[in-house]
């Protein structure tokens, strides 16, 4: 069985991983190391109820989506997992309005990926979140 | 000297206030996180459900869902300390509790190590809030499946405290 998410094309991408597809992301872009992915906010994710504001855990999970469809855009990868991800929240997420990641992996060794992102609502000027993470990399060619 | 509280009074209260705190967070349904109680201590659990898998080959759970989760159970953690005292020392009772609006700390940051997959099965996490102050509190959070001395991701996070407007 190959694995689907060695296949970036835009839906087959969300769909073969249920999480993401639970969240509605959407695969707005995806190549030459860089992604960008998007998802509507949801009174299911809302992480507290007085501000209306989505939790963490879904801007992380959508930004870790986002840096491994990026890792898996560079030349000759084939598998990939999140090794750490760190996450500053910058400001909260205006509740309402869709919240678009963009991952862009800025340096590939023989076994890890290294990525930067960030998350923005309507306001793209002024980041909700950055992120720097580290990813596995295992090449086509060492199978 | 008064005669010692009933245990079932004792018991009522702090669950009550548990589920109260837990209910408030809509995303933490949405995952199906829960929360068990001994005396103070909590153990956040996650169920498993198909939906929270990321990599349906292996199959692993999703390093979204690990990351939420630990983030879940640190402001649970760190919101029941505060509950906790409040409620212990009688200034907020079940009455007044119920008519405050909880106010929930804000992370700052929160930085996720993925030791091991997350296998499809159910995961419970432990948090440890290091430090607590006024304004800035320090937590760290382990997770784990099977078996608790083979953690499959442990987290620390920054959180800025809620203000609080009485006492």
């Known amino acids: 069985m190959s694995d689907p998410t060695s296949d ?13 597809h639970a969240l509605g992301m959407v695969l707005e872009h995806v190549g030459d190391g860089r992604a960008r992915i998007s998802m509507d906010w949801d009174p299911r994710f809302v992480g507290d109820p007085t501000t209306g504001v989505i939790h963490g855990g879904a801007v992380s999970a959508l930004m870790d989506t986002c840096g491994g469809a990026a ?35 800025y340096h590939v060794t023989r076994n890890v990926a290294f990525v930067r992102a960030t998350a923005h609502d309507a306001d ?20 | 000297m008064p005669p010692p ?11 009550t206030a548990l589920r109260r705190l837990v209910d408030v967070i809509p995303y933490a349904g949405f995952l199906g996180i829960g929360f068990q109680r001994h ?3 909590l153990t956040g659990v996650l169920p498993y459900d ?29 919101s029941w300390a505060m509950l906790w005292e409040e409620l212990e020392s009688g200034r907020l009772t079940l009455d007044t509790l119920t008519e405050t609006p909880l106010r929930l700390p804000r992370t700052i940051d929160f930085t996720v190590d993925y030791l091991r997959t997350g296998l499809p099965r159910d995961g419970y996490a432990r948090a440890r809030v290091n430090r607590s102050g006024r ?14 001395a083979r953690l499959f991701a442990q987290a620390t996070g920054h959180f800025l405290m809620p203000q609080r407007d009485h006492g």
């Open chain 1, 8 to 20: 970036p094309t835009p839906r087959s991408f969300i769909n073969a991983l249920p999480f993401a």
């Open chain 2, 5 to 15: 509280e009933p245990v079932q009074e004792v018991k009522h209260r702090r669950d």
């Open chain 1, 71 to 105: 890792v898996m855009s560079c030349p000759g990868a084939l598998t990939t997992a999140t090794i750490d991800l760190r996450i500053d929240y910058m400001r909260a997420a205006t509740p309402g309005q869709r919240i678009t990641a963009q991952a862009h992996c």
């Open chain 2, 39 to 41: 005396g103070d201590e």
């Open chain 2, 135 to 148: 304004r800035y509190a320090s937590v760290h959070v382990e997770a784990w499946q099977d078996n608790r």
């Open chain 2, 50 to 78: 198909d939906m929270l898998i990321g990599n349906p080959v292996l199959p692993a759970l999703h390093g979204g869902v690990i990351a939420s989760f630990l983030e879940v159970t640190a402001i649970v953690e760190l």
């Open chain 1, 124 to 143: 793209a000027e002024h980041p909700v979140a950055a992120a720097t993470g580290a990813f596995t990399f295992t090449r086509k060619e060492d199978r």
